[in-house]
């Protein structure tokens, strides 16, 4: 599983995020903790007709939680919260091309999603 | 320390068809010691000896088995009050560190208030913190810090400077779980001592690596999981001096086993150390914890401190150009159990991760120390930790797979 855990793609994105900036103009905000390794991610949000009109992000951690971050954030844009709410683990694992991790990985990746569902 | 991990059935071939999953790891590099130990076959022995040929419970049966589990149970004390150099009376059971922590936080601050203040350092690991500032929360009291020099050690200076008139408990970490430094216990003994304030010693991270001597150190407590010292999980010690005991501490615990004589309105105690041992105890904890220590001490602590001083040297030698050591990573300043570290860039997390691919075990984040990697200007931070049984090949292994985390990252 590990073996393709750092996959090239995850690792360039985490080298060189996306959206990896606070968006001048939010009137949404939230930060993610993951305790366990001290993973944080913030989300920043504009909606405009309940739509994702701006996102950016600012955060430190793992390879996982901050790819998943960058990939997270853009796959929302131009969504409505409602559809934002129903997005499930497994589709973050898709975007990240990740088959499945430990339930300890499993935050890490997932840490993102949570900041965005608890934001909106 | 030749061939000790022979001594360690979790290092030993798998044996085919284990009933409940898992199985033994021959080719495991174990770095995790400061969370938890191994056990050795005589500990798992001693206790299954409890388990197949005395289970019963203790202090109660009037018939044989019962007789020999309580001799069992008593005989594991003694051993620990010598291996503590205490006398039997002085050893409490407990769950584990954290639970002797508590529960002298609990019955140690009720009578304090806000002119009070509580004495711990800047290195605590949560256990030694979050109880003593809940308790400033109900009684009012203030908590200080004694500050680490520039090298990460305990800066005496700074001890005796915020131990003072009001100062009623000074408590603290003999071995930091993250610098691996050694407290000059002694002097802040004397400190508080001189103040009349009362002394803790939480003893988890040195309990495994170095002799200790209550007596010589003269805290008038101290604390410590049987799990750090190849002991089973689930059961500590809290050693109080006899005196307080009997005078200073109540029970902090009700129940069974811990009276003399109880009536519809009230009760008497039993005797020490039995009253503050409610309930029926972690019998095959305390037995076990028993062999842990004197096959620790039959080790001899010549050879184990010898080892693991060698084993430290050649690591931080071996590290220091790979990695950020945290601490000191100099020759004259005692280092014990951990070397916590990180490499620029790389979340620890994602070493720990590489590592794993490798059979290698470290620990990683703030190690229950969150105040202390603030404290240094550290993120989380990536944890490698010795035993007795650390071999040189084991440090080899950790600086090739260091080596490797550093390749994919690249």
Redesign the interface.
């Given at each position: 599983m590990?073996?393709t855990?750092?996959h090239e793609a995850l690792?360039e994105i985490y080298k060189h995020p996306l959206n990896k900036q606070v968006p001048s103009d939010f009137s949404i905000q939230h930060k993610e903790i993951n305790s366990?390794?001290?993973?944080e991610v913030e989300i920043f949000i504009k909606l405009e007709n309940d739509r994702v009109a701006t996102i950016g992000w600012q955060g430190?951690?793992?390879?996982?939680?901050?790819a998943s971050a960058s990939l997270t954030t853009d796959a929302v844009k131009g969504k409505t919260a409602a559809v934002i709410k129903t997005l499930t683990p497994e589709s973050v694992l898709h975007l990240l091309g990740l088959p499945k991790l430990n339930p300890t990985?499993l935050r890490?990746a997932l840490l993102a999603l949570e900041a965005l569902k608890k934001a909106l | 320390m030749q061939n000790i991990k022979k001594q360690f059935p979790i290092f030993s071939r798998p044996e085919a068809g284990s009933r409940y999953g898992g199985t033994n790891h021959p080719n495991m590099i174990y770095l995790d010691s400061a969370a938890t130990t191994q056990t050795p076959s005589v500990v798992i022995d001693a206790m299954n000896d409890y388990y197949t040929k005395t289970r019963s419970n203790v202090h109660r049966g009037i018939y044989d088995l019962s007789e020999q589990a309580t001799a069992a149970y008593e005989a594991a004390r003694a051993s620990i009050a010598k291996f503590l150099n205490a006398e039997r009376e002085e050893i409490i059971f407990t769950s584990g560190t954290t639970h002797g922590l508590n529960l002298l936080a609990y019955s140690l601050t009720p009578k304090l208030s806000h002119r009070d203040n509580v004495v711990l350092t800047r290195l605590e690991h949560h256990a030694n913190l979050v109880p003593w500032q809940q308790m400033a929360k109900h009684y009012g009291f203030t908590i200080r810090y004694i500050e680490l020099t520039p090298e990460d050690e305990l800066d005496l200076a700074s001890a005796e400077k915020v131990i003072d008139a009001n100062t009623k408990i000074v408590s603290f970490a003999l071995v930091s779980n993250v610098l691996g430094t050694v407290a000059q216990a002694k002097k802040i003994s004397e400190f508080a001592h001189a103040r009349r304030a009362l002394t803790i010693v939480d003893a988890a991270q040195a309990v495994a690596h170095l002799p200790i001597d209550v007596e010589n150190l003269d805290c008038d407590f101290l604390v410590f999981s049987g799990h750090k010292l190849y002991g089973p999980t689930g059961i500590g010690v809290l050693y109080s001096k006899k005196a307080l005991l009997e005078e200073s501490l109540e029970p902090f615990f009700f129940g069974g086993d811990m009276i003399k004589s109880v009536s519809y309105t009230d009760a008497t105690w039993a005797e020490l150390p039995e009253r503050f041992e409610a309930g029926t105890q972690n019998i095959s904890g305390v037995i076990g914890l028993g062999a842990a220590v004197e096959w620790l001490a039959s080790l001899g602590w010549d050879k184990i401190v010898a080892h693991e001083r060698e084993m430290m040297a050649y690591a931080l030698d071996k590290l220091k150009n790979e990695v950020t050591i945290i601490g000191p990573a100099i020759g004259h300043i005692h280092r014990v159990g951990v070397i916590a570290f990180t490499i620029p860039s790389i979340h620890p997390h994602d070493i720990a991760e590489i590592l794993n691919q490798d059979n290698i075990c470290i620990r990683v984040g703030f190690h229950c120390a969150e105040p202390l990697h603030r404290h240094l200007g550290a993120g989380p931070t990536a944890r490698a930790s010795f035993g007795v049984y650390t071999t040189k090949e084991d440090i080899d292994k950790l600086v090739k797979g260091i080596e490797k985390v550093k390749k994919i990252f690249a």
């Open positions: 590990s073996g855990l750092y690792l366990t390794c001290g993973d430190s951690g793992c390879a996982i939680s901050q990985r890490c | -």
